[in-house]
């Protein structure tokens, strides 16, 4: 549990065995302190990466096929998803960011430890995700769903979804680990 106040963590709820292919120690996602980090590190301009905000604050990036639990070194986040980046006139900024990790599944509401981190950086950014996903877990089948078009209907069972997020530490092991990662990374 957060105190209050403090940014939510998200624990990983993906599968098991991404968990597991995680190598110990630092290596995963590269992290982003400012302009030089980017400048070394992002070679396609507009590509999405992979990104991470680790409990330190600090944004991590990684290329975008890598999972989110990798680029976090295993740990806990504070935000996840994709991002993609640009040199502008008044140095790197954002195209597009999103929440979207079915490994971490976070909620919008993630957004402001994402922007500080951003913010931290020295990287241009918009008010909010370009694109934000609703995760929720299906309290019926265990299975993890994005919720579409405001429709919180389990696509796995036809179940309703619960309104609030539910994905945290103590309903991460579900059916879902036995079956595999939910499609849409």
């Known amino acids: 549990m957060n105190p209050p106040g403090a940014p939510r963590r998200y624990d990983y709820v993906g599968p098991e065995d991404i968990r597991r292919a995680v190598l110990p120690g630092p290596g995963g996602g590269r992290v982003i302190r400012g302009a030089a980090d980017l400048d070394a590190y992002v070679s396609d301009e507009g590509e999405p990466y992979t990104y991470v905000v680790g409990l330190d604050g600090l944004l991590r990036l990684a290329p975008r096929r890598s999972e989110h639990v990798a680029c976090a070194d295993g740990g806990d986040v504070l935000g996840a998803g994709e991002i993609s980046l640009r040199r502008g006139p008044d140095g790197w900024e954002v195209l597009e960011i999103s929440n979207q ?19 931290r ?26 919720v579409r078009e405001a429709v919180f209907v ?30 849409g990374r």
């Open 101 to 119: 990790s079915t490994g971490y599944c976070p909620d919008p509401d993630c957004w402001p430890a994402v922007a500080a981190a951003l913010d």
């Open 121 to 146: 950086a020295g990287v241009g950014r918009p008010d909010r995700f370009t694109h934000a996903l609703v995760f929720r877990r299906c309290e019926h089948c265990g299975e993890r769903n994005v």
């Open 154 to 183: 389990c696509v796995f069972c036809d179940a309703d979804l619960p309104q609030v997020w539910n994905l945290g530490a103590a309903t991460q092991r579900s059916a879902s680990d036995r079956r595999g990662p939910t499609p």
